[in-house]
């Protein structure tokens, strides 16, 4: 049953995947993927500060959750953040996010996403990229997207180079409190255009377009 929160029926559908609005009931089939731990022991560390995924205690899938809530409740024109789970094969892997700052005045946005360990290595994570930012470019007519990565999370930045962005400069930030790099990325929508693909469909965009103040 769709529900009379339009951000919570957005969805996005590739071939391989859907980006489907982080709903309650899909938040709790992603929990043991969660608890498992996405962080990979031995990996450089993806995320920065504050992640309540670098937490090890059993309070951490209570805290991801809070965070969840928390920034669904705080959608307005001048900041939203919307939550999606990947679902693959029917089975939620992880999440993409959107965010956008004054967006009705700017255009612009940025991204973040995490996926399961045991779901790495098989273009998911550039599929869910594209798949957002056709929800961004083609859905809310975005003028740009940015992003950016720890200069050794590889994967994110060969993402990144693979989708079209361009580097623009770099910056610094802590992970588990410790200072590390930041290459960013910027995507405009000219550069985005020669990548978009026809086979990526979107669902419930116009109802949605009010609560962000479009």
Same mark, same amino acid.
């Given at each position: 049953?769709?529900?009379?929160?339009?951000?919570?029926? $957005?969805?996005?559908?590739?071939?391989?995947?859907? *980006?489907?609005? %982080?709903?309650?009931?899909?938040?709790? /089939?992603?929990?043991?993927?969660?608890?498992?731990?996405?962080?990979?022991?031995? %990996?450089?560390?993806?995320?920065?500060?504050?992640? &309540? $995924?670098?937490?090890? +205690?059993?309070?951490?899938? =209570?805290?991801?959750?809070?965070? !969840?809530?928390?920034?669904?409740?705080?959608?307005?024109?001048?900041? =939203?953040?919307?939550?999606?789970? !990947?679902?693959?094969?029917?089975?939620?892997?992880?999440? /993409?996010?959107?965010?956008?700052?004054?967006?009705?005045? *700017?255009?612009?946005?940025?991204?973040?996403?995490?996926?399961?360990?045991?779901?790495?290595?098989?273009?998911?994570?550039?599929? +869910?990229?594209?798949?957002?930012?056709?929800?961004?470019?083609?859905?809310?007519? @975005?003028?740009?997207?940015?992003?950016?990565?720890?200069?050794?999370?590889? @994967?994110?930045?060969?993402? &990144?180079?693979?989708?079209?962005?361009?580097?623009?400069?770099?910056?610094? @930030?802590?992970?588990?409190?410790?200072?590390?790099? $930041? /290459?960013?990325?910027?995507?405009?929508?000219?550069? =985005?255009?020669?990548?978009?693909?026809?086979? !990526?469909? *979107?669902?419930?965009?116009?109802?949605?377009?009010?609560?962000?103040? *479009?």
């Amino acid at each position: 049953m769709p529900s009379t929160y339009p951000p919570l029926n $957005l969805a996005v559908h590739t071939p391989r995947l859907t *980006l489907a609005a %982080a709903t309650d009931d899909l938040l709790e /089939q992603l929990v043991p993927v969660v608890r498992a731990g996405v962080v990979t022991e031995g %990996a450089p560390l993806p995320f920065d500060d504050p992640m &309540s $995924l670098y937490d090890e +205690s059993p309070a951490r899938e =209570w805290n991801w959750l809070r965070r !969840i809530w928390s920034g669904r409740s705080k959608v307005s024109e001048d900041f =939203w953040r919307l939550y999606f789970v !990947i679902v693959a094969d029917g089975e939620p892997l992880g999440m /993409q996010d959107m965010v956008g700052r004054d967006f009705a005045a *700017l255009g612009t946005v940025t991204t973040f996403s995490w996926l399961a360990p045991a779901a790495r290595g098989r273009g998911l994570g550039k599929e +869910s990229r594209a798949a957002i930012l056709h929800l961004a470019f083609e859905g809310f007519g @975005a003028r740009e997207a940015a992003s950016d990565a720890f200069t050794d999370n590889h @994967a994110s930045n060969r993402v &990144s180079e693979s989708l079209g962005y361009t580097r623009n400069g770099s910056d610094w @930030a802590t992970r588990k409190g410790a200072p590390a790099e $930041l /290459q960013r990325w910027r995507l405009p929508r000219a550069d =985005w255009l020669p990548h978009r693909r026809p086979d !990526i469909t *979107l669902t419930g965009v116009e109802e949605c377009k009010p609560v962000l103040g *479009l």
